[in-house]
């Protein structure tokens, strides 16, 4: 007798890309009927994103009011709203292995957006909006930054950018940077004594990622300013490419093993050497943490990244558990709004950034308001024509709790996420004063 939900830890399976069969359209659609039929039996995730409510009314407005009637060209419609934060896996569904019915929805969906990206069905202005080596190679040119920045701001452009790449006129995006994280910071650290401690090495190898290094280089200086405050010896990664994170929620799985075949040789050796590898954004931390890993089980050195792999916060958490973080914040931080975005929560560390909120305010004023819900951007999902009105939907919740007690600040270790919300916020009358990178407020904590 199958039981109903399973108490375990959830188990993850590596990712069979590799195989023929996982292109199998006919066996993927048999193998989301099947999930498909599970989730709508229970519907435990109607709420985490546009997925579970798109599935749920084809059921509820088709013929028989169950799967068998929903047409299986709608099943696009599904797969089109997930955007693999894994929220479904790791935080709600209890059929997930190693219940027998081993329900791996994320990883459904993947498959299927193989499929469709094998086939052609990802357009060309999709996978332009996931080149992110290719449009962040304008950044720290100064005339093109100065000119790309200003003419992104104006409606025309905004209506062109709608009609050859499907970039909603309302949404927020990025700017360049004027000069690049990684022309910008010594590529070494003063700092030069190693202490490791049990839980965290004593140097650190960081990963810049794209986002830092061509759109908010602060989020990155602001990390070296902590690891030199704290007397930690750091380098920057010799050379690195995006993390591949895009292209994987694209489907793309070819470009994710060229992304790889670039990094984790040169990743690998800073694992060897006693490195942690530290990456300022969730989703490239949860790259090589958890997918990476995933499609490439039998690479030794894949697995050694992942083991190496730190977010900021577990490491910095780390070492103040280890007695080796300076405590001397002299700075209060007021109110503070602080969104967990999805691809923190799924890595399986628990709530750091928190911790760390807490530890300050064990030394200065701080107020904190948590919030643990998906904010709706989840990458390219939150600006494309078709699903920025479904992200800013997902995250009404977000914002309106982001604005409660009226916040000095808000931040997010994801800060697309931040910006995402301050946007939503912003059009819901409810304006933040500021909005600050979790690293950035620890740095004006410590006073630096």
């Known amino acids: 007798m199958t039981r109903e939900g399973n108490l375990e830890a959830p188990t993850r399976h590596p990712i069979d890309w590799n195989n023929p069969q996982f292109y199998d359209e006919q ?86 957006k193989a499929i469709k990206f094998k086939a052609g069905g990802v357009s060309r202005g999709e996978r332009f909006l996931a080149s992110t080596d290719v449009h962040g190679q304008f950044a720290g040119i100064p005339v093109v930054v100065q000119v790309a920045n200003a003419v992104n701001r104006t409606k025309p452009a905004r209506k062109l950018m709608d009609k050859a790449l499907h970039v909603h006129p309302e949404a927020w995006l990025p700017e360049l940077a004027k000069q690049r994280f990684r022309w910008s910071v010594p590529k070494r650290g003063q700092a030069t004594t ?32 902590l690891l030199e405050h704290n007397d930690i010896p750091y380098v920057l990664v010799e050379k690195e490419q995006c993390c591949g994170m895009p292209k994987f929620e694209l489907g793309d799985l070819e470009s994710v093993a060229k992304h790889k075949e670039a990094n984790i040789p040169v990743l690998a050796r800073y694992a060897k050497e006693g490195y942690a590898i530290v990456t300022p954004v969730p989703s490239c931390t949860l790259m090589f943490k958890q997918e990476l890993p995933l499609m490439f089980p039998g690479c030794t ?148």
């Open 301 to 448: 050195d894949t697995q050694a990244v992942k083991e190496a792999m730190f977010d900021p916060f577990e490491y910095l958490v780390g070492r103040y558990r280890d007695g080796l973080l300076k405590t001397d914040f002299r700075n209060p931080l007021g109110k503070v709004s602080y969104h967990i975005p999805c691809h923190g929560r799924v890595q399986n560390i628990g709530r750091k950034t928190e911790e760390m909120f807490k530890l300050i305010g064990m030394h200065v004023n701080v107020t904190l308001n948590v919030v643990e819900r998906c904010s709706g951007h989840a990458g390219t999902y939150g600006v494309k024509t078709p699903t920025h009105p479904a992200a800013m939907k997902i995250g009404r919740p977000v914002f309106k709790a982001m604005a409660k007690d009226e916040p000095d600040v808000i931040s997010s270790d994801c800060a697309l996420a931040g910006h995402h919300i301050a946007q939503g916020m912003q059009q819901a009358g409810q304006a933040p004063k500021a909005l600050q990178h979790p690293l950035s407020l620890m740095r004006q904590a410590y006073g630096i």
């Open 27 to 112: 066996a993927a659609f048999d193998e989301m009927h099947r999930i498909f039929d599970i989730c709508h039996g229970c519907r435990r995730c109607v709420s985490l994103c546009q997925s579970f409510p798109t599935l749920f009314d084809l059921v509820d407005e088709g013929p028989t009011g169950e799967v068998d009637g929903v047409k299986r060209d709608d099943y696009w419609k599904v797969v089109d709203h997930c955007y693999l934060c894994d929220l479904c896996y790791m935080a709600k569904c209890p059929y997930v292995p190693p219940h027998p019915w081993q329900v791996d929805f994320p990883h459904t969906m993947l498959r299927a």
């Open 194 to 225: 190693v202490t490791n401690g049990q839980r965290t090495p004593g140097k650190v190898a960081i990963y810049s990622t794209c986002y830092v290094n061509y759109n908010e280089p602060g989020i990155g200086r602001d990390l070296v300013q």
